[in-house]
């Protein structure tokens, strides 16, 4: 009997055959025009960075935080990546963790690697974009307004994950949606708080020391009032 998951890291054999397929070519998709935005937007003074957070973006995945009930959680990162560089390199770069987690740490399984790069990279860094670019036209162009979206986009971005992994496994008719779902968003309910405090700390420190890197950051707060960066191609 298939234990009831509460992780978003799905492991080969929760999936069928058909919805793994689906997962993958939206994935695959999703990095991929995130490759074609890093090779004609990324400049010398990005790459650094890019480089940087997909490391600190593996590290924090690796080391988990105590939750309720005995549970833990880590950082997914999504909207993080997405804040600082961009949704469609955020899919990128969370692609790569993830491959490489996949491969080298057998974190996840590699036959549901395109739902966990879906799940925990490209559906919470599209949605980040969307949410993040939203919020900076309709709330004052603050410090505290645009950290406290940031907050509250990582927090949903967790919620979206574990919601798509339970239908995942619904559609492959290994967990009933009525059993997976109230778990796993109860879990990551609590998740997302940590995956909020680490990303808007992150997000905080880079906007104090280096605002022109904060890809979707409102250009009243930079330091010279320019845009922080070109704008992103794609951006949603």
């Known amino acids: 009997m298939i234990e009831l998951p509460i992780a978003l890291h799905i492991p080969d054999g929760f999936l069928s055959g058909g919805v793994a397929a689906a997962c993958g070519v939206g994935a695959v998709a999703a990095v991929a025009y995130g490759l074609r935005v890093a090779n004609t937007e990324l400049d010398e003074a990005r790459v650094p960075l890019l480089g940087v957070l997909a ?78 670019a939203a919020g900076t036209k309709v709330l004052p162009h603050t410090r505290v307004a645009f950290l406290g979206v940031v907050g509250v986009v990582s927090w949903l971005a967790v919620m979206v994950g574990a919601a798509a992994t339970s239908v995942e496994l619904a559609a492959s008719n290994t967990v009933a949606l ?57 951006t949603v």
């Open 55 to 132: 490391a600190f973006i593996f590290a924090t995945q690796m080391l988990n935080f105590p939750i309720a009930g005995g549970t833990s959680g880590h950082l997914l990162g999504a909207t993080l990546a997405a804040v600082l560089l961009g949704p469609w390199l955020a899919c990128l770069v969370l692609g790569v963790v993830l491959v490489v987690q996949a491969f080298a740490f057998a974190d996840g399984g590699i036959s549901a690697l395109g739902a966990n790069v879906l799940n925990m990279g490209v559906l919470g860094a599209l949605l980040a974009g969307f949410l993040v």
């Open 178 to 234: 009525g059993a997976s779902l109230p778990a796993m968003l109860g879990v990551h309910a609590l998740i997302g708080i940590g995956e909020a405090v680490i990303t808007v700390a992150a997000v905080s420190a880079v906007l104090a020391a280096r605002p022109d890197l904060v890809a979707l950051v409102p250009k009243e707060l930079t330091a010279t009032g320019a845009p922080a960066t070109r704008p992103v191609e794609g």
